[in-house]
């Protein structure tokens, strides 16, 4: 009986090793992973927008910027192009915005693309998947552009809004 005891522990013991190879580390750190993420391509803005967008210096400086960041290859210089583009964001939000595109909807959507490129730029900071997020800033930086658009071919007055 004791014996019987004694291979029964032991069996248990040994089973409980010896359980199969080695196994994946899950929380293994990872520098900065990118996984294959297409960003859309950004909106063109028609020939009025584009106009009135030429006399605004600050956008021109921030759509350069912008294309040099969605071609960015790899981490390093996504992180230095981040700064650049944040800056020129910080450049539009304290210099005057053309009376046409000086709309709460123009400043709103200033704002999102600024959160999704400090979103990014916190991915890179903590080495995680900065695709997703890249391809966030890049839908929020078309919403921007759509609504330069938008507002050029908006027939109605705005004042039509406003309550009185």
Known sequence: MRNSIVATVFFALLSACGGGGEAPAE???QDAVQSPVTLPDPVQLNPNARAIAETWSEFGSLEARMDVLL???GPEQ???ELEEVLARIVEIETAAIPA???QP???SRLKVLK???LKTQAALHY???YGPVLAEAAAAY???RDQLNHIVNSNLDPKLFEDD
Do not use: C, I, M, Q
Request: proline share 4%.
């Open 27 to 29: 929380n293994a750190p």
């Open 71 to 73: 071609a960015a290859e």
């Open 78 to 80: 996504l992180g230095l």
């Open 100 to 102: 046409k595109f000086e």
């Open 105 to 107: 909807s123009v400043r």
């Open 115 to 117: 959160t999704y490129l």
């Open 127 to 129: 080495r995680t998947d």
């Open 142 to 144: 078309n919403a921007l």
